[in-house]
């Protein structure tokens, strides 16, 4: 199996930045496509980006497009680059893993880390 870890969440006040990570471990990921979901309190998961490791190709959603960035390394590690926050970016935040790159359903990701806490507040 697959472990994937997600680090470096916490308190950042509105407008600031903040980058998670996710490390794999297990075995290879080479195949995969790795991806950020995040669940805002009392709502559904939602996808937030995804990234092709073989291609570099990336995928937004709407309310992160610009602000967010997506980036991996070649040693199973990704990151979430999150700037200009706001305090309706405060969720948990999950890293996952997927063979079909454009997925955005928790469904179609066969992988998951345990989330990070971000939160947004003055």
């Known amino acids: 199996q697959v472990q994937l870890v997600e680090s470096d969440g916490g308190l950042v006040q509105p407008g600031g930045s903040l980058t998670l990570s996710c490390a794999a471990s297990g075995r290879p990921l080479s195949t995969y496509c790795m991806g950020w979901f995040r669940q805002l309190p009392g709502k559904e998961r939602e996808f937030v980006a995804s990234?092709?490791?073989?291609?570099?190709?990336t995928l937004y959603s709407d309310s992160v497009k610009v602000r967010f960035t997506i980036t991996r390394n070649s040693t199973n590690m990704a990151y979430l680059q999150m700037n200009n926050l706001t305090p309706e970016d405060t969720a948990v935040y999950y890293c996952?893993?997927?063979?079909?790159?454009?997925?955005?359903?928790?469904?179609?990701?066969?992988?998951w880390g345990q989330g990070t806490q971000v939160t947004v507040s003055s």
């Open positions: 996952a893993a997927t063979k079909i790159f454009g997925a955005t359903s928790p469904t179609s990701y066969d992988y």
């Open positions: 990234i092709r490791w073989s291609m570099d190709k």
